[in-house]
């Protein structure tokens, strides 16, 4: 079976599985750069997880990227990938494709599927007009933990999801209506409020074929140009990032370097030149666009609001703030807003304002206030910031003394690759597909070298 398509730049991966016997619901945690400011939650996973195999066990939760012992940290996890290996925990299903349909509390049916892309063809920079492409900016200094923890790794276990527009639902909603040719490899609950997933083997030509020829088709140029009403001079954007950019980001730093120590043979079928991704469909019903919202630590919030009022200012952007009792009551008042007026919310010490924008310089709301934010956190440096999925908890953090928390609003996902197509890469942190306990359980691995 053929396993490389080099037009469209993908592989069919050899995947590594947890054997039947494993605690499945133990095994499968959520992506690691999740409850970054609720290292209670990473507590209760690693109680309920204990000494049995488990991805807790080979990935790095970034609530514990400042502690002082990570350099250890990142030891185990290269130990624990190699016992896991060497003990037959994990089993390779060979070159296949791995169907996932997950149910949570708040989506009775998302549908993905599990294949790799060739880094060779995926640029993060902010022009990018590569078939794999970066939709928000990349931050390169979040790159360096990340490479070191995967630079020696010999599995990769990513949280990387990756966006295709198939309006007609042609590659992965039309392997569902022959599901019961396809092995049923798992079906299990998941821990922490994750909800329930079933994932199937997708192995057989035919099944391949099929969904590589509807994948091309949606790279057709012409197709591509029609859809999108743009000039010729646009590439084809097939593969968006929707999740898990710096993750993409530094296996590709590290193809890159690792490239340059081989030949022209061995760069062609190395490992690491691919990255294992979850393709989403953006036209998936149950796939919901979140917002996500700020909160910035070890400030003064009164002192914060005055700088925000003066940077708009000197943008020629008037600002205007109303005041309100409780999130209930904010966001009862919240506009939408249009071209020349934006709105977000802002809350501190019992505090709940909205905040409206005239005449931004940014076309989404989140620009404006991310652009203040990194002004601000430049000349601030005893400030941090963390970005937050739901309204509640980012409440929770904001009422605190010394913290402010900003409440955004969301983009339309229709408007998502167009968005990306013309204006080019969004602010980051634009989005989030779904909210914390939703977000990619690891279990599927590869291996990278």
Not at 18 to 40: F, G, H, I, M, N
Not at 82 to 94: A, D, S, V
Not at 246 to 254: E, F, G, P
Not at 272 to 285: Q, S
Request: hydrophobic content about 40%; some cysteine; aromatic content about 12%.
């Amino acid at each position: 079976m053929q396993t490389v398509f080099p037009n469209i730049w993908i592989k069919i991966p050899e995947i590594y599985l947890p054997k039947q016997w494993v605690d499945l619901k133990k095994r499968a945690v959520v992506a690691c750069d999740q409850y970054t400011s609720q290292p209670e939650y990473w507590k209760q996973v690693q109680d309920f997880v204990g000494q049995d195999p488990s991805t807790y066990n080979i990935i790095f939760p970034e609530v514990y990227l400042e502690e002082e012992w990570k350099h250890k940290r990142i030891e185990n996890i290269q130990k624990n990938m190699n016992n896991y290996l060497q003990e037959g925990i994990l089993e390779n299903q060979w070159n296949c494709c791995i169907l996932i349909e997950r149910k949570t509390s708040h989506t009775a049916s998302r549908k993905w599927l599990v294949i790799a892309l060739d880094l060779e063809k995926y640029d993060y920079s902010v022009w990018s007009q590569t078939l794999i492409r970066a939709t928000e900016w990349t931050i390169l200094d979040r790159l360096p933990p990340r490479i070191e923890i995967r630079n020696d790794a010999p599995l990769e276990s990513p949280h990387i999801m990756v966006l295709i527009d198939d309006p007609e639902k042609t590659v992965i909603e039309t392997l569902y209506t022959k599901i019961e040719k396809y092995t049923k490899l798992y079906d299990t609950d998941l821990m922490m409020n994750g909800g329930h997933i079933t994932w199937y083997k997708i192995a057989d030509e035919e099944s391949i074929q099929s969904i590589i020829k509807n994948i091309e088709k949606l790279a057709n140029k012409e197709t591509f140009l029609q859809k999108y009403k743009v000039e010729e001079n646009k590439w084809v954007l097939l593969f968006a990032m929707g999740d898990g950019n710096h993750s993409l980001a530094t296996a590709k730093a590290i193809w890159e370097e690792k490239k340059q120590t081989l030949n022209e043979t061995e760069k062609q079928e190395h490992p690491a030149r691919f990255a294992l991704v979850e393709l989403v469909n953006i036209h998936d019903n149950w796939l919901v666009f979140e917002p996500i919202h700020r909160v910035v630590f070890n400030i003064q919030a009164e002192s914060l609001q005055e700088d925000m009022i003066t940077y708009f200012a000197k943008l020629w952007s008037e600002v205007e703030l109303k005041s309100y009792t409780s999130l209930e009551e904010m966001k009862k008042h919240l506009q939408a807003s249009d071209t020349n007026h934006h709105n977000f919310c802002m809350i501190y010490t019992g505090r709940y304002i909205i905040v409206s924008i005239k005449n931004p310089k940014f076309n989404l709301e989140v620009g404006n206030v991310q652009a203040f934010l990194d002004d601000y956190l430049n000349k601030h440096t005893q400030a941090k910031i963390d970005y937050i999925h739901g309204e509640n908890v980012t409440e929770q953090l904001a009422i605190k003394e010394w913290n402010i928390g900003f409440i955004l609003p969301i983009m339309d996902k229709k408007e998502f690759f167009p968005t990306v197509i013309i204006d080019w890469a969004l602010p980051r942190k634009t989005f989030s597909m779904g909210e914390s306990e939703e977000k990619r359980y690891y279990l599927e691995c590869r291996k990278i070298k």
